[in-house]
């Protein structure tokens, strides 16, 4: 401590000769009161596809670990087969509505001709019937297209969702049948985060009104009003709760956060008084904090006890009371009061 001694005496001796500093007033405002709790990642869409049709598998792009975007082709098979009978409903489609036609015309004529009283009330009937048994057959034909179409749409597999590849059941040109499982993956923006609470924090997570995600780098995530969820049910051996947050839709490999990792979520349980610091009115040596306050008899370098409450300030407790007026910018201030007590040195 003796450097905080050395300064101290300087400082009220000096005071006087050293140049203004920009000086703030302390003063108390509210400030959020945080219950913090270790959470694991978890992920919400994980699923495995499997193939929907028959085919040998011709393109297989990405491989365990890789990042896939949304609908990108995941696993395509050989569609020779599924073309062909397309094609082959196609044609199906073409004869139905030729006769279709066909049959259409000889109603028209035989209304005319029963109309006429040339024909009898039979064969009208019968033309009837034909051509709603033709278009009959055009509805059937179009939906062997529509199921052939759907076929060969599966001969392509997509990715439902962005995310990475977990596993991989099958390899290039192996026979896929139905049924049989491609791939297994996870999303990567559709996140949530579970954790442990006790029961005497229960009450208070139950009534948060803000959350916040904290990373191990210092950066905070706000995630706004919290979309909790409790389990009605303590554990036997903990007694403690499970608690759920669902984490807005968002790509967080950005942060490195992905399913597994350890993270630190805050809940606001509260509001407190607090008399908040700027980190830049803070000298640091080692452990000890002071800051240089001004008195009606000079100006003191001030020892004091402080509190993390974000990435820029800290909380006062205890070396200073509301109302307390320091420098702004503690290092400019020491800078210019060593350089105005070597001028006066010498």
């Not at 139905?178 to 297994?184: I, N, S, T, V, Y």
């Not at 009534?207 to 706000?222: H, K, M, V």
Request: proline share 3%; no cysteine.
């Amino acid at each position: 401590m003796k450097w905080l001694s050395r300064f101290l005496l300087a400082a009220l001796v000096y005071t006087s000769q050293v140049a203004a500093a920009e000086w703030l007033m302390l003063s108390e405002e509210a400030a959020p009161q945080w219950l913090e709790l270790p959470v694991t990642v978890e992920a919400i869409a994980a699923s495995t596809v499997s193939a929907q049709t028959s085919g040998r598998i011709i393109e297989l792009p990405y491989d365990v670990n890789d990042l896939v975007p949304q609908g990108a082709v995941i696993v395509r098979f050989s569609d020779s087969e599924q073309r062909a009978r397309l094609q082959q409903a196609e044609a199906g489609v073409a004869e139905a509505l030729s006769r279709q036609g066909e049959t259409g015309k000889e109603l028209h004529r035989v209304k005319a001709l029963n109309e006429q009283g040339l024909v009898a009330k039979a064969a009208l009937d019968q033309a009837m019937a034909n051509a709603a048994a033709a278009e009959a057959r055009t509805k059937q034909a179009l939906a062997s297209v529509a199921q052939a179409k759907e076929l060969l749409e599966q001969t392509v597999v997509r990715a439902p969702y962005s995310g990475i590849v977990q596993q991989r059941f099958v390899e290039l040109g192996e026979l896929a049948m139905p049924g049989k499982a491609l791939l297994r993956g996870l999303s990567l923006e559709h996140l949530r985060l579970s954790g442990q609470i006790t029961q005497r924090q229960l009450a208070a997570a139950q009534q948060s009104s803000a959350a916040q995600l904290q990373l191990s780098d210092g950066r905070i995530i706000e995630l706004g009003e919290p979309k909790l969820t409790i389990a009605p049910e303590a554990s036997n051996g903990g007694h403690s709760y499970l608690l759920r947050l669902t984490l807005p839709e968002a790509d967080y490999s950005q942060y490195s956060i992905y399913p597994g990792s350890w993270q630190r979520l805050k809940l606001q349980v509260a509001t407190q008084s607090v008399l908040r610091l700027p980190l830049s009115a803070v000298i640091w040596r080692g452990e000890v904090s002071a800051v240089w306050q001004k008195l009606p008899e000079g100006v003191v370098l001030q020892q004091v006890r402080l509190q993390q409450l974000d990435v820029n300030s800290v909380r006062v407790l205890s070396g200073l009371t509301a109302g307390a007026v320091v420098a702004a910018d503690a290092t400019a201030y020491a800078s210019r009061f060593s350089q105005q007590r070597r001028a006066v040195q010498e």
